[in-house]
């Protein structure tokens, strides 16, 4: 690693609170995240103590009401707060919006009475949350989905198997979506159902080539009971809860896929102005100097599209098809511009004395979570043409 310190990025924010808060955000991934991110992630050790400390400090709930403890932040503020957590360690930045996700259904879909119980401890009660949608044969056809909840009296038995559940096994609360009628998108149903409910096991967590510090595992509900009150939503209003909770997800991959893209910058920018050859810091080399360019053009350019589409979302008006947009261009950007990173540290990129292999591997995961970049090129072209008449 260098040892320059990464200069602040040049934020455009609403309000005075809203920098004081970017500035907390910051300091916190300096003194308590990103120094042990490289041997954390290494160990694929999961830094349960750093979200106890984000809940404490207001930012597991940003986007959210603040009478039940929510920090009642416009997306675009919340969004930009991932980048920064994001840029530090990818395992806490997707954390917190996988968090997020988790929270989406019972504050935006709950009876007053389910999130006056619950939301104030998801929200700013140290709590962890996982949203169980995928399974392993549902994954970009989630409308598939197979695992079962039958109606035993005020309760529901929930049967079946979830895959690729991020948090999953240590998580403390789970979003679970379940078919409660019909095959199809209309008999899914949502479900808030307690991290140690019996019957509920996490497999072994899956071996990966990045976010080693994870744990991303298969959910297997065995008879688990859930009280009706659990139930988010409407019977079959499920998938809708699904749709509308991706939708805002989708941003959250994109602001942390443009700050591992803005963390890898960082790096190269910071070793291209240290490195010399032939009596030269290799930033003076026009091709070097060109692709450095190029990565600060793709970041700009991914951070405007992100936040022009929270600014939409933030004033009540549809943002799907610029959120897969932004989900799509960002990830991408990121998988270059780590790649480009460690084409500028040459040999020691390849290596783990530098963080930037570290980034490329985890920019990989960022174009298939929460809906591969087909699926999202899918979305956009049906809000282009109208869905296909084949």
Known sequence: MTDRAPQPVDRQLPTEESRDLLALVREIAQRE?????????????????????????????????????????????????????????????????VHSLACHGLAGYGTKEQQGAHLPAMLGGGLLGAYCLSEPAAGSDAASLTTKAVRDGDDWIITGTKAWITHGGVADFYTVLARTGAEGPKGITAFLVPGDAAGLTAAVPEKKMGMKGSPTAQLHFDGVRV???????????????????????????????????????????????????????????????????????????????????????DAGKPFSRQAAMAKLFCTDAAMAVTTDAVQVLGGYGYTADFPVERLMREAKVLQIVEGTNQIQRMVIARHLAGPETR
């Open 33 to 97: 995240i990103r120094p042990k991110a490289a041997e954390e992630e290494d160990s694929g050790t999961f830094p349960r103590e750093v979200f106890t400390l984000l809940s404490e400090a207001g930012l597991l709930g940003l986007p959210y009401p603040g009478e039940y403890g929510g920090g009642e932040q416009p997306y675009e503020v919340y969004l930009q707060v991932l980048e920064e957590l994001a840029a530090a360690r990818l395992t806490v930045g997707l954390g917190v919006s």
């Open 227 to 313: 009280p009706d009150a659990r139930r988010i939503g409407e019977e079959g209003q499920g998938f809708t809860i699904a749709l509308a909770a991706l939708d805002a997800g989708r941003l959250g991959i994109a602001a942390c896929a443009i700050g591992v893209a803005q963390a890898a910058l960082d790096e190269a920018l910071a070793y291209a102005l240290d490195r010399k050859q032939f009596g030269h810091p290799i930033a003076d080399f026009q091709g070097l100097r060109f692709m450095l360019a190029d990565m600060a053009t793709k970041i700009e350019a991914g951070r405007a599209l992100y936040l022009a589409a929270a600014r939409l979302r």
